[in-house]
């Protein structure tokens, strides 16, 4: 499968953005996704993942509250909409699928799309 995250650029702190990963390949349906982000000089971490249904997410504490994953299975997308955003919000943001493990740990998820870059401005 492949995954192309889009929607990134460049917003003024508590702004909005809402970001797609579209998947070719295969379908996603039967996977849960998440979203992780990595800032310059950081480790990739953990931000929000969803269920195959859409059903359940469970969400960094750092975003919870702002942040809302959610996915279209009959456009085989999944989203990730962000608001509020603040100056530590800027990272490249990348989907995954999830394969097993623990859901906040990178090395549970597979098939890593390129990224997107969210800058966020004070």
């Known amino acids: 499968v492949q995954l192309q995250a889009s929607g990134g650029g460049l917003v003024q702190a508590g702004g909005s953005l809402r970001l797609s990963c579209a998947a070719s390949?295969?379908?996603?349906?039967?996977?849960?996704m998440g979203w992780f982000r990595q800032a310059p000089g950081k480790e990739r971490e953990f931000v929000a993942v969803?269920?195959?249904?859409?059903?359940?997410?469970y969400y960094a504490d750092s975003v919870k509250g702002r942040f809302t994953i959610s996915r279209d299975n009959a456009k085989n997308t999944v989203y990730l909409q962000m608001n509020d955003l603040k100056p530590e919000d800027t990272a490249v943001y990348y989907c995954?699928?999830?394969?097993?493990?623990?859901?906040?740990?990178?090395?549970?998820?597979?098939?890593w799309g390129q990224g997107t870059l969210v800058t966020v401005s004070s």
């Open positions: 969803v269920s195959t249904s859409g059903g359940s997410s």
């Open positions: 390949g295969r379908t996603l349906s039967s996977y849960s």
């Open positions: 995954a699928k999830y394969k097993d493990g623990t859901y906040y740990y990178k090395s549970s998820y597979e098939y």
